[in-house]
């Protein structure tokens, strides 16, 4: 297989002449940038809270009893578990958002945008995809790098293993949950405004829909579709 996807530096550039009406795409309405962030943030931190620590709690009734007391001790988090963590925690979460894209991120209209003077890493997607596909893609890294390490770690709490590993588990759980608000609140936009057969649009950096792909467009992924 060859990896076709694109790598852009800097935002991804708007397209000349671009007429939304002449596709029959709708806009997707938010709050602004400054107010986007102050919610995105504050839905982090519910999330920590509901569910991450309730599923801990939840999965600590099923916790696998330690064999050893003896060796059942605690270890001092190591901080070289938690600074490589901490820098790949990001391409890890826009990693589970890539796979999710069609053809598993290896078309070219898959694009890595690489922004240096925003600090910002990320993918996106030039093309359309289901609606169904996209609030997966979107709601992936949440459930794979927040709740699954959660559940782990509540089952296996008194189980002796890699302190390395324990601690990597522990972090990435806590800064994925905090950083996954921006991609709630856009999962609820989408739930609210798009229809449950609508189509997502992505065009020059922007998202929008449509109802269905117009006469002569390419048609939706079978999966998910």
């Known amino acids: ?76 988090p190591p901080w070289e578990a938690i600074v490589p963590t901490l820098l790949f925690y990001i391409p890890f979460h826009e990693l589970m958002h890539l796979v ?8 070219d209209q898959s694009i890595l945008v690489l922004w240096p003077s925003k600090l910002r890493f990320g993918v996106y997607y030039e093309g359309s995809m289901s609606r169904t596909r996209w609030l997966i893609m979107r709601g992936f890294p949440f459930v794979a790098l927040s709740l699954v390490p959660a559940a782990f770690l509540s089952i296996f709490q008194n189980v002796p293993f890699n302190n390395f590993l324990r601690t990597s588990l522990e972090v990435l759980m806590v800064v994925n949950g905090a950083g996954s608000g921006g991609d709630v609140i856009a ?10 057969k609508g189509e997502m649009c992505f065009r020059g950096g922007r998202a929008y829909w449509r109802t269905g792909a117009p006469e002569g467009a390419s048609s939706l992924p079978t999966v998910l579709k």
């Open 100 to 107: 999710w894209h069609p053809q598993m991120g290896t078309s």
């Open 187 to 196: 999962m609820l936009l989408v739930l609210f405004q798009v229809p449950q």
């Open 1 to 76: 297989m060859v990896i076709m996807m694109k790598i852009q530096i800097g935002n991804v550039p708007k397209i000349p002449d671009f007429d939304p009406e002449a596709e029959s795409l709708h806009t997707i309405s938010g709050p602004n940038q400054s107010a986007s962030f102050l919610i995105a943030g504050l839905t982090g931190i519910v999330l920590l809270i509901c569910p991450t620590l309730v599923l801990c709690y939840a999965f600590s009734f099923f916790a696998i009893p330690n064999p050893d007391p003896v060796q059942g001790a605690q270890l001092s």
